[in-house]
């Protein structure tokens, strides 16, 4: 089953929910116009659904095999990834001084979202690129800029990120790969990473790793790190690609989805140490790896978003066609036939949930990218500075929620097809094999919960949540106020959600200094509790302003919005239990996991 855009519903999302159409309106992006940002996402959907979207089984057949140190992508993939640089897809988002196009990442994540739709594991490649090209342009030094920023924006060479190494997952802190001062203003590496996406490739004839180090006097700790490029090719003063750097790819990882990207152990330093370059400052790399990370968690959610999309296409396309059974109160087998299983009740609460995550989880992306570009554009520094706390408060929730239901999606898919769903010919299994990643690189979905609970909830004093909060809650009063039969009980059930989310907001706001494990203990239920009840409320605001400005649909998006008040957002008071009443016997699981 093929993939085919939803141009109409990303632009509509990212126009009239996530806030597109008033940051055009306030020339947030310059002379950018609404006919513009239709042209960009209808190009960037054909190219999706009919360049990208036929190689992902091909992807996901053929791998990446490694012989004599040499990386073969899939068939395909090659010519695929040049067009695909070559029409400026990889720069859409990149300043315009070096050679981007400098439009908004809200544009680009509902890009983005779509390359992924069409296969993950192309898309992962471009991606770790743009995040490489933000932490370049915002900490590299001229020269720095001027060898590297240029061929990376334009695509003809790609970027890696590394921190992993086998003792250092979650814990970068912990890593051990070397940096010396060479003498010369360079530094020389040696140590290996593991698990580097796209650290070997024939894509491109450049690849220029993002490596995190340690000085020999670096303190310990997360505070002891410095960010390195280190290019496969070294460049000469013209230009051109000079010696091969001393890095290298030892081994490709065997995984459970995403075959068409290589998985790489890297090694560096078996001929002295790699030449690497200092971005930013010696022992704050890890302001830069933010810069990058930030980039690419909320492309990770993006990723949830795209494979969910794509599976629950297939379920819907399998759905209308596999007939099974005699739908509740139709005639006898025999006398109308079986059914389509789309007719059946629980087929049709599948589908529902597939649908309604997808869209809410594509609204909570949308938000975070547009919160990005006024941290970046606004001319009012107050706003800036609000718009970055409200980007930070939503990453952490946009990388995890989507990549959650991304697997979930992409299960219900599988359950759909039935038996066949498990059988690898209908595609619907790869989605589900290649959405489980998500939820585990870029921060674990666990890591990301601590990072809301912990970092992002005391922002200003927890000001930035209570803003957010009190926005929520203006829009339930204009749920409320529209009063419409179709949205039931709607407005009642996302109130009663906003208030749980108040309530348990400010109990573990109370427990950081005092009890921290239970603080802890609550973080992941409390992201879903978050998550689901923005979720609930942006597609609620979608269905108001379908109606409002007689957008697409309008009583689709109200029946979604409903279906995701009634049956998802419900979970709430049950969420507010779990982080509230479950800590303590979290912290007594001691006797039950002996
Ligand atoms: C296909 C693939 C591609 C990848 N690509 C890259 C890449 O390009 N660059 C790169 O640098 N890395 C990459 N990674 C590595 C990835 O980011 C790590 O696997 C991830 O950060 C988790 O680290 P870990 O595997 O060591 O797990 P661990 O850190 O050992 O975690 C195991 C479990 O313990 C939990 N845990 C760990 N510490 C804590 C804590 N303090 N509190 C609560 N829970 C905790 C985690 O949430 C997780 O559930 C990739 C991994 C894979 C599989």
Same mark, same amino acid.
């Given at each position: 089953m093929t993939y085919r855009a939803?141009?109409?519903?990303?632009?509509?999302? #990212?126009?009239?929910?996530?806030?597109?159409?008033?940051?055009?309106?306030?020339?947030?992006?310059?002379d950018l116009t609404e006919d513009l940002v239709d042209a960009v996402l209808a190009e960037a959907g054909k190219f999706?659904?009919?360049?990208?979207?036929?190689?992902?089984?091909?992807?996901?057949?053929? $791998?990446?095999?490694?012989?004599?140190?040499?990386?073969?992508?899939?068939?395909?993939?090659?010519?695929?990834?040049?067009?695909?640089?070559?029409?400026?897809?990889?720069?859409?988002?990149?300043?315009?001084?070096? !050679?981007?196009?400098? *439009?908004?990442?809200? *544009?680009?994540?509902?890009?983005?979202?779509?390359?992924?739709?069409?296969?993950?594991?192309?898309? #992962?490649?471009?991606?770790?690129?743009?995040?490489?090209?933000?932490?370049?342009?915002?900490?590299?030094?001229?020269?720095?800029?001027?060898?590297y920023l240029p061929r990376l924006v334009s695509g003809e060479w790609m970027g890696t990120m590394q921190l992993t190494e086998p003792q250092a997952g979650s814990d970068v802190g912990a890593l051990r790969t070397r940096a010396e001062r060479a003498g010369d203003g360079t530094y020389r590496i040696s140590g290996q990473k593991i698990f580097i996406t796209y650290g070997e490739h024939d894509l491109t004839d450049n690849i220029v790793h993002f490596v995190l180090a340690r000085l020999p006097d670096a303190p310990a700790g997360t505070k002891g790190i410095s960010l390195f490029v280190v290019?496969?090719?070294?460049?000469?003063?013209?230009?051109? *690609?000079? &010696?091969?750097?001393?890095?290298?790819?030892?081994?490709?990882?065997?995984?459970? !989805?995403?075959? !068409?990207?290589?998985?790489?152990?890297?090694?560096?330093?078996?001929? !002295?140490?790699?030449? $690497?370059?200092?971005?930013?400052e010696e022992n704050r790399g890890m302001n830069c790896m933010f810069t990058m990370m930030n980039n690419a968690r909320l492309a990770v959610g993006v990723q949830g978003v795209g494979i969910a999309e794509r599976a629950l296409q297939q379920a819907l396309a399998y759905a209308r066609e596999r007939r099974q059974g005699r739908a509740a109160g139709a005639e006898a087998p025999g006398v109308s036939g079986p059914a389509p299983i789309i007719a059946h009740a629980d087929v049709r609460r599948m589908l529902m949930t597939m649908r309604a995550l997808t869209r809410a989880a594509r609204t909570i992306c949308y938000a975070t990218a547009?919160?990005?570009? @006024?941290?970046?554009? &606004?001319?009012?520094?107050?706003?800036?500075? @609000?718009?970055?706390?409200?980007?930070?408060?939503?990453?952490?929730?946009?990388?995890?929620?989507?990549?959650?239901?991304?697997?979930?999606v992409a299960s219900l898919g599988v359950q759909v097809h039935g038996g066949m769903?498990?059988?690898?010919?209908?595609?619907?299994?790869?989605?589900?094999?290649?959405?489980?990643?998500?939820?585990?690189?870029?921060?674990?979905?666990?890591?990301?919960?601590?990072?809301?609970?912990?970092?992002?909830?005391? *922002?200003?004093?927890?000001?930035?949540?209570?803003a957010y909060l009190d926005e929520?809650?203006?829009?339930?009063?204009?749920?409320?106020?529209?009063?419409?039969?179709?949205?039931g009980h709607t407005a009642a059930r996302l109130a009663e959600a906003v208030e749980c989310l108040d309530r348990v907001t400010a109990w573990l706001l109370g427990r950081l200094e005092k009890e921290p494990d239970a603080a802890l203990a609550g973080a992941t239920p409390y992201l879903k509790l978050f998550a689901t009840t923005a979720g609930g409320v942006m597609l609620a605001d979608e269905a108001l302003a379908a109606i409002r400005t007689s957008g697409p649909d309008p009583a689709g998006r109200m029946a979604i919005a409903r279906f995701f008040a009634e049956n998802l957002v419900v979970q709430a008071s049950g969420l507010e239990r779990t982080v509230v009443e479950g800590a303590d016997s979290v912290a007594e699981a001691d006797a039950a996991l002996a």
């Open positions: 939803p141009v109409a519903d990303i632009a509509f999302t #990212l126009k009239h929910v996530a806030g597109v159409g008033r940051a055009l309106d306030e020339r947030l992006y310059g999706a659904s009919d360049v990208i979207a036929p190689l992902n089984r091909v992807g996901d057949q053929h $791998g990446t095999p490694l012989r004599g140190g040499a990386v073969t992508m899939p068939p395909g993939w090659r010519q695929a990834y040049r067009d695909w640089a070559a029409a400026g897809w990889n720069g859409l988002a990149a300043p315009a001084d070096w !050679g981007g196009q400098g *439009l908004p990442h809200a *544009l680009n994540a509902a890009c983005i979202e779509m390359w992924n739709s069409a296969s993950m594991a192309f898309a #992962l490649g471009p991606f770790l690129t743009m995040a490489g090209v933000e932490a370049l342009a915002g900490h590299g030094s001229d020269e720095l800029k001027r060898t290019p496969k090719f070294l460049v000469n003063a013209d230009g051109t *690609l000079g &010696a091969r750097n001393d890095a290298r790819c030892h081994s490709i990882e065997h995984k459970l !989805g995403i075959h !068409g990207s290589p998985t790489c152990t890297m090694v560096y330093g078996d001929a !002295g140490g790699a030449v $690497g370059y200092l971005l930013g547009v919160a990005t570009d @006024r941290a970046h554009r &606004a001319d009012d520094k107050a706003e800036r500075h @609000r718009a970055h706390e409200r980007a930070s408060l939503l990453t952490p929730v946009a990388k995890a929620f989507s990549t959650d239901i991304g697997v979930e769903g498990y059988i690898e010919e209908t595609g619907a299994a790869q989605h589900l094999r290649d959405a489980r990643i998500a939820p585990i690189y870029e921060g674990t979905n666990g890591i990301q919960a601590i990072d809301l609970v912990t970092r992002k909830l005391p *922002l200003s004093d927890g000001a930035a949540v209570k929520l809650r203006e829009t339930v009063v204009a749920v409320a106020a529209v009063n419409d039969p179709a949205l």
